[in-house]
């Protein structure tokens, strides 16, 4: 199995930039398709963006398409979440999350979470 450790959340301003990361622990990294799901309060969790686990390819939400970008070290066992022109709206607690091959876009797919990082974006 593999284990998810998110770091990089903060407090800014809109129009700002964070860089989220997601440390996996372990050789396998490789093998798991890797997910950034967020969840405001009184909101349901939802997709972000999701990368494969070569990361020849990437999958945006119309949300943030744009603005986030995704991508990954399998050296260092890291996913990178660059996140610009942040707007209030994209306030929520950030969750990486990993299954073992393909991608999915729905939180109940996959099987290994972090705790979460908390991005704040005040008007």
């Known amino acids: 199995q593999v284990q998810l450790v998110e770091s990089g959340g903060g407090l800014v301003q809109t129009g700002d930039s964070l860089r989220l990361s997601c440390a996996a622990s372990?050789?396998?990294?490789?093998?798991?398709?890797v997910a950034w799901f967020r969840q405001a309060p009184w909101k349901e969790r939802e997709f972000v963006a999701g990368?494969?686990?070569?990361?020849?390819?990437?999958n945006y939400a119309d949300s943030v398409k744009g603005r986030f970008t995704l991508s990954r070290d399998n050296a260092k066992n890291t996913v990178y979440l660059q996140m610009n022109s942040l707007k209030p709206e994209d306030t929520a607690v950030y969750y990486c999350?990993?299954?073992?091959?393909?991608?999915?876009?729905?939180?109940?797919?996959?099987?290994?979470w972090g705790q979460g990082t908390q991005v704040t974006v005040s008007s």
């Open positions: 999350a990993a299954r073992f091959g393909s991608l999915t876009t729905g939180h109940w797919t996959y099987d290994h």
């Open positions: 372990g050789r396998t990294f490789s093998s798991y398709g």
């Open positions: 990368i494969t686990r070569s990361g020849e390819s990437t």
